[in-house]
């Protein structure tokens, strides 16, 4: 009996212990199979899979900028990272080896390539990133020598841009990462990024590579490119021209431009000096800025360092409000023109002052311009007729046209960083504009003739480029198609029309009125001999600068537009703080465009037509007539046009000529063919034609036995007498006698604007 009860008490002790079993370790379990298979399945198997196998990434192609005709404007080559796998060398000795050999060809320390031998069990060690081919291919050299399986190289990209500092300022650049850093390069960073691929491969239990038919490859997709409606020509002509006017106006703050399609807004070219090498972005390009980082405490040198960076990198053409003065002045006489309260049967007197208000606003003239017609007074830039078509205009109907121009918002040019307008700040907000007790009578009147509010250079020539095309404000563009890795075109990008601001008949108007600010106003300097070029100047103070430093600190500007009988493109530069003489927009910004323009005009192909008085100045080239006879040269000179010739020595041949083929000179200029006689082999020294007429320079060229090649506004109808004011080869260089010496002739009369 007691046996049996002893088992029973056993049974269920045993019974006991299971239950708990059962009741605690099996849910035990449960939650265990639950947190590995169903909880963590994805966190462990990862785990599993970064153990089992080995994951390289693949990096993409970065896509392609191109100019409208696919002129390659930023590029990626194919350079290699080279690594090191520790778990892949056999001993000590090639580990030191390895070592030795890279620090040699990469130029590295010998510590360094051996400390990332150490690393037994890592597979992927870099060293260097971004090697270039010629340096690399010795770096397989080696590895081939001397059969050393730890030694990998792995293909990367790099980015170029061939032309350094053409349009950087529209480009921007990217990291060391090939990331977009800046302007389109950033904008447009996804669509030229492509898509990582990678290369997995599986492992075995010592860590080394099972065969190829374990490794799975996913191929990268490599970047999309970008083709701008930059024109390669173009931004090369701009650029050119504002170089130049840089370095003779001695502009403190640089200049910058802008050339558009007015019927499609399409950017052409946009372009700033200084400006800075996109190959080194994160180098000064500025010399004086750059000394200045150098001379500062060594503290403050990596801030100053940035600054000025940033300021380099900036695109300020979309970014940077100005005062755009008497510019302005073709907004305020189309507005005029559309509302009917301005007409080319309207007359304007000006006394040199106007009163508003309570004030007594002058002209740039102070003695005023007497009596003018409407055109007269856009060709004199009469600030009194401008304030007089402000307030026939209305500050209501006024404020409307200035925000259907665009002048309130961005333009939405498919760009980074461009400055949208700050009401109260930018410009004045509707109630201040037009109501009496906040002095709106007067805002008027400044605004009139461009005055009191700011605007960007994107927005400037937007405005106008409707003004001239019909009336259509066309949102500015640069980026017009996308392309694959092929230079195929998978997308394109059509213009669009914002809205229509003024109706076709004012723009036709406005079109001949802008003609004649150059033949016959203040824009003559302009003038371009064979093609119809209008447009207005500007000359804008900073009055900000005035109040915060002292001083007195200007932008001068021009806006051009050609040919007039059928628009194709705007130009408007911009001079900010000339320091030279001279620092109206008609005196030294309407040169540059005229000098840009008579490169740009052949360039798109459009024809000249001359006048007479074109005509008679014309430089033209004299053709190659050396080792023809002497009858067929002179033949052929007077086809050419150079009628004045004269003949030296008694030969048939020509063995010799003055000046020589391929020179632009005058058709009235005497060509010397010299037949069996050898030319004068002196020399004489260019004389200084600064100040010189037309005529007075001929003569004093033509007695030194020198040629005259004569540009710039030459042709220009105006009472203005013009002068020499700049000329190549400099004054007192030595030349051969029969040297052609370039001089551009322009106005200096002062235009206030």
């Known amino acids: 009996m007691k046996a049996r009860s002893a088992k029973n008490g056993t049974i269920l002790r045993m019974v006991i212990v299971l239950s708990v079993l059962v009741l605690v370790i099996v849910p035990i379990l449960i939650y265990k199979m639950y947190t590995i298979q169903v909880r963590d399945a994805a966190e462990l198997q990862s785990k599993a899979i970064a153990q089992q196998t080995r994951d390289m990434l693949v990096s ?42 890279l620090s040699e060809i990469l130029g590295l320390d010998y510590d360094t390539v051996y400390k990332r031998t150490t690393n037994k069990k890592s597979y992927y060690e870099i060293v ?21 399986a730890g030694i990998k190289l792995f293909e990367d990209t790099k980015r170029y841009y061939p032309y350094s500092n053409l349009a950087a300022n529209v480009i921007g650049f990217t990291n060391y990462d090939n990331e977009g850093q800046y302007g389109l390069e950033l904008k447009y960073d996804s669509v030229l990024e492509g898509v990582v691929g990678r290369v997995i491969t599986a492992k075995n239990n010592k860590g080394s590579e099972m065969p190829f038919y374990f490794e799975q490859y996913f191929e990268a997709q490599n970047g999309k490119s970008l083709v701008l409606t930059i024109d390669y020509g173009v931004q090369q002509i701009l650029e050119k021209h504002l170089e130049i006017a840089w370095e003779e106006n001695g502009c403190n703050e640089g200049v910058r431009g802008i050339v558009m399609d007015v019927k499609t807004g399409a950017i052409l070219a946009m372009a700033q000096k200084g400006d800075y090498d996109l190959n080194n972005p994160r180098t000064i390009a500025d010399k004086e800025k750059a000394a200045q980082i150098e001379a500062a405490p060594e503290d403050q040198r990596e801030l100053l360092r940035l600054q000025y960076m940033f300021e380099q990198w900036a695109n300020r053409p979309i970014q940077e409000p100005y005062e755009p003065g008497s510019v302005f002045k073709i907004i305020t006489a189309s507005i005029g023109l559309e509302e009917g309260v301005v007409g080319l049967n309207s007359h304007f007197g000006c006394g040199g002052s106007h009163v508003v208000g309570d004030r007594i606003i002058h002209c740039w003239k102070t003695t005023g311009h007497g009596g003018q017609t409407f055109a007269e007074a856009l060709q004199n830039s009469c600030n009194v007729a401008f304030m007089r078509i402000g307030a026939a205009i209305g500050n209501k109907k006024f404020y409307e046209y200035f925000q259907a121009f665009g002048f309130t918002e961005k333009t939405g040019i498919d760009m980074l960083g461009e400055t949208s307008p700050i009401k109260g700040v930018h410009y004045h907000t509707y109630q201040t504009f037009t109501d009496g007790r906040f002095g709106a ?18 927005q400037m020539i937007t405005a106008v480029s409707a003004v001239v095309n019909g009336g259509k404000l066309m ?81 001068a500007s021009f806006l051009g537009v050609a040919p007039m009988d ?33 490169d740009l005009l052949p360039y798109l192909g459009v024809q000249p037509v001359y006048s007479d008085a074109d005509r008679a100045r014309l430089a033209m080239s004299v053709p190659l007539v050396v080792g023809g006879d002497k009858g067929w040269a002179q033949t052929v000179l007077k086809q050419q046009g150079f009628t004045n010739v004269e003949v030296r020595g008694s030969g048939d041949k020509v063995t010799a000529q003055w000046p020589r083929s ?72 030595v030349v051969a006698v029969g040297s052609v010496v370039s001089a551009e002739f322009y106005g200096s009369t002062e235009v206030g604007e």
Request: glycine share 8%.
């Open 566 to 598: 059928d628009p194709q493109v705007a130009v408007l530069v911009l001079l900010d703080e000339p320091t030279g003489a001279l620092h109206q927009g008609g005196q030294i910004a309407a040169p540059v465009v005229g000098r840009i323009m008579s």
């Open 441 to 458: 009578d007067v805002t008027l009147a400044t605004y009139s003739f461009g005055q009191t509010f700011k605007i960007t250079p994107i």
């Open 60 to 101: 993409p192609v970065r896509g392609s900028i191109y100019d409208r005709n696919m002129i390659p404007l930023a590029i990626s080559a194919t350079v290699n990272t080279i690594v090191i796998s520790p778990a892949e060398i056999k001993d000590e000795e090639e580990a030191q080896l390895i070592a030795r050999g």
């Open 662 to 733: 391929g020179s632009k000179i005058p058709t009235n200029a005497k060509v010397i063919l010299y037949c069996g006689v050898e030319p004068e082999s002196s020399t004489v020294k260019v004389p200084d034609l600064t100040g010189k007429t037309y005529e007075q320079a001929t003569r004093i060229l033509s007695e030194l036995g020198l040629y005259i090649s004569p540009g710039g506004a030459l042709g220009v109808q105006t009472d203005e007498v013009l002068t020499v004011k700049r000329q190549s080869p400099a004054k007192d260089t």
């Open 475 to 555: 949102k500015p563009y640069v980026v017009q198609a996308l392309a694959d890795e092929n230079g195929n075109i998978i997308e394109e990008y059509s213009p669009t029309v914002v809205r229509q601001v003024i109706s076709s008949k004012t723009s036709d108007t406005m079109r001949t009125l802008l003609e004649g600010v150059v033949s016959k106003g203040t824009g003559k300097n302009a003038y371009v001999p064979g093609y119809r070029v209008g447009g207005k100047t500007g000359t804008s103070e900073k009055r900000d600068k005035e109040v915060a430093e002292g001083g007195k600190y200007y932008i």
């Open 128 to 148: 260097a990133r971004k090697v270039e081919k010629d340096i690399s291919d010795k770096v397989r050299e080696f590895k081939t020598e001397h059969k050393l």
